[in-house]
């Protein structure tokens, strides 16, 4: 039986599992990866203390700072189950089974999903939800990126500097990233942008080799190398049982992150907090962690 099971290694987790350290708090750290959607970005220009860093050097950083830290971390490990019985919680992962008094549940939020044929048949063959990581992949060919928000048009940018052209297919009928990253866009001789275009599916043999877009009720194909599908995420809540989550699945939690199952925190991106930002989620992280700690001191059985 542990003090505590933090799921998720993102900023909130990262975090919780620090100042739980801190607390000498028996701990067992069960994660997917270390450094979650911080991976995913790549200049970051509003975390205190660094006017820029990309990405991938503040996971580093996250990552060495738990390191400080003799922290059991299942990395790799994902969590299928995590529900309070009696007066304990378990979790249950691909890999093991734990028991602890108190949980935090951090596991931030996953890509949103196109849902068309092909899509999963050409994942990681040509069809990413992250322009950063595998972006540089599909350098000098034509690629479609689906969506029209600021991730969509990070990836744009990313792109037209190195693809042959960009394709930019959004759903409804206007784009809504920040205006500066659009005219950037419309600017670039080897970007063409559409709304109203609803992909119907994802062809290719192999690896991917086109698209099929209905554009404004037409059928329409393209010939791509690489799709970028940038259109938003959903809360990585569907494996915590008996919390109360609100209409689109975030757990909401009090300003303590106490959910409404005693001994069940929740920090970060995958609750109701507002403000989905790396700076919130470690402040959310440490917050949960203190929490737990004082729930462990007023209830030494955890009940
Ligand atoms: C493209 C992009 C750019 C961004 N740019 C910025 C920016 O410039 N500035 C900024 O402040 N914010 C930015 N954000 C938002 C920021 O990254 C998030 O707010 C922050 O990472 C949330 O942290 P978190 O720890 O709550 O969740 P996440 O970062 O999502 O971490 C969740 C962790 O949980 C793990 N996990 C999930 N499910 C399970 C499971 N079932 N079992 C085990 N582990 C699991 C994941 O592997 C991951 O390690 C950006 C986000 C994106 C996608």
Request: with cysteine.
């Amino acid at each position: 039986m542990h003090d505590l099971v933090i799921i998720g290694a993102g900023p909130a987790g990262i975090t919780a599992s620090i100042y739980a350290a801190r607390k000498k708090m028996d701990l067992v750290v069960v994660s997917e990866n270390v450094g979650g959607q911080t991976i995913l970005s790549s200049d970051i220009e509003n975390y205190t203390g660094y006017q820029f860093i990309t990405g991938i050097e503040l996971s580093q950083k996250f990552r060495e700072h738990l390191e400080q830290f003799e922290i059991n971390v299942k990395e790799g490990e994902v969590a299928t189950r995590v529900e309070r019985v009696d007066d304990r919680i378990e979790i249950e992962t691909n890999a093991n089974r734990y028991e602890a008094r108190t949980a935090i549940i951090a596991s931030g939020r996953i890509p949103r999903k196109l849902n068309v044929p092909g899509e999963e048949e050409f994942r990681n063959r040509g069809v990413t939800y992250c322009a950063t990581c595998d972006g540089p992949v599909f350098a000098g060919k034509d690629v479609a990126i689906i969506g029209g928000g600021n991730s969509a048009f990070e990836a744009v940018l990313q792109m037209m500097k190195i693809a042959t052209h960009v394709y930019v297919f959004e759903a409804t009928d206007r784009f809504r990233a920040d205006p500066v990253m659009m005219e950037k866009a419309e600017k670039s001789e080897n970007v063409s942008m559409f709304t109203k275009s609803k992909v119907v599916r994802i062809v290719g043999d192999r690896l991917v080799s086109g698209i099929d877009v209905e554009i404004n009720g037409e059928d329409k194909h393209f010939d791509v190398g690489g799709i970028l599908i940038e259109i938003g995420s959903s809360p990585a809540s569907e494996f915590v049982r008996g919390v109360t989550k609100n209409e689109t699945g975030e757990i909401v939690v009090d300003c303590r992150c106490a959910t409404n199952i005693p001994g069940i925190f929740a920090a970060g991106d995958v609750t109701d907090v507002y403000a989905k930002q790396i700076v919130v989620a470690c402040g959310e992280g440490a917050k949960a962690a203190l929490a737990a700690f004082e729930y462990l001191s007023t209830r030494p059985q955890g009940k």
